[in-house]
């Protein structure tokens, strides 16, 4: 064999050697996107990954078929198609409901963690109280009033800042005065008062200086109970001040 002729079988060998590798090559990639194609498919479009339990935490006082009616999710669904900021906002439309989060858990389950409001005080509605949370929102009503929850009243023309002034004067106070409170009015923002136990009074004014008031009314009801003087007014309302009435 020719020098020529061996050099021409080495180009042929090696060109079938390059064929043979891109032709591997282009089976293995179409092997490879067919796969992912067919797992995406299984994942996305059927209900082979779908959604078979709705796990519910947190609701007490909703209940859990009411949270599982308003997620509205339908078994079967694609848990990775599943908008889970659509059934939390649907959650979240629930008077009671604070916040919810949605979380998928693969491969079969969608888990609602639920954060309910929590009372802070009641409203009188005729023959039944609404359940008002520290945000002044209305979640609920009851037909007895709740042990240890104070009444607050504050004028619908004053809206929600007077509502809420009153709300805050009730986290300010210190625990063992907040005990003794059975109603709260707030005849606007800046006019806040308590009504005690035993017939008392306290003239709390605005929201402002809230700590320095419920330090000052907690110290004067204290000296009260200890010397067995009744007082009916206690005014904190200029708390570097106050005055006491009986």
Known sequence: MTATAEITDRL???GRARRRT???VTVTATVLVLLLAGAAWLVWRTSV??????????AVRVGTDEVRT????????PLARLDTGAVAARIRRLPAVRSVTVDRQWPHTVSIVVHERVPAAVESRGEAFALVDRTGTVFGTVAS?????????APVDAGTPAL???LDVLDDLRPDVARQVRTVRAGSPDDVELAL??????IWGSPEQGARKAAVLAVLVDHA??????????????????????
Request: glycine share 8%; hydrophobic share 40%.
């Open 197 to 202: 136990t035993r017939h008392r009074t306290v």
């Open 225 to 246: 109970a200890r010397n067995g003087a009744h007082v009916s007014v206690f005014d904190v309302s200029a708390p570097d001040a106050p005055t006491t009435r009986r």
């Open 145 to 153: 009033r709740p042990a240890g929850l104070p009444l607050v009243s």
């Open 49 to 58: 990954l779908g959604v078979r339990t709705v796990e519910i935490h947190g």
């Open 12 to 14: 042929v060998a090696r």
């Open 70 to 77: 308003a997620a509205a999710i339908r078994p079967g669904t």
């Open 164 to 166: 809420r002034a009153a």
């Open 22 to 24: 891109r032709l591997a």
